[in-house]
């Protein structure tokens, strides 16, 4: 579609053009003025995008730090659960296997 590479080399050669004739003293052109602003835009947005860039590396980071907070959390939270219900577990089954015991010393004995 559109060659950066080709535009940043041409933008380059007009703006260092642009910039001898004025370090010589002399006037620039209306055009030549819009080519040092073109010049000055194109570097803004190439900080920008470096800008932007680091700064969503950074808060995908922050994110992924969260998340694996998250999950670590949600893990002990999981496995004390799973450490109550166990305890449970083993208080019902010693329940029913004593009760079960005691009726059937009671059937026996009467």
């Given at each position: 579609?559109?060659?950066?590479?080709?535009?940043?080399?041409?933008?380059?050669?007009?703006?260092?053009?642009?910039?001898?004739?004025?370090?010589?003293?002399?006037?620039?052109?209306?055009?030549?003025?819009?080519?040092?602003?073109?010049?000055?835009?194109?570097?803004?947005?190439?900080?920008?995008?470096?800008?932007?860039?680091?700064?969503?590396?950074?808060?995908?980071?922050?994110?992924?730090?969260?998340?694996?907070?998250?999950?670590?959390?949600?893990?002990?939270?999981?496995?004390q659960l799973t450490s109550?219900?166990?305890?449970?577990?083993?208080?019902?089954?010693a329940t029913t296997i004593?009760?079960?015991?005691?009726?059937?010393?009671?059937?026996?004995?009467?």
């Open positions: 579609m559109f060659d950066d590479k080709f535009f940043d080399d041409w933008l380059d050669a007009q703006a260092q053009k642009v910039m001898e004739k004025v370090a010589s003293g002399e006037g620039i052109a209306p055009e030549q003025m819009m080519i040092l602003m073109l010049k000055a835009q194109t570097n803004h947005f190439a900080h920008l995008d470096v800008d932007l860039r680091n700064e969503m590396k950074m808060l995908r980071e922050d994110m992924d730090k969260r998340f694996e907070q998250m999950h670590t959390e949600t893990t002990k939270r999981f496995e109550r219900i166990d305890h449970f577990m083993i208080w019902s089954f004593s009760v079960g015991g005691i009726i059937i010393a009671a059937i026996k004995f009467f």
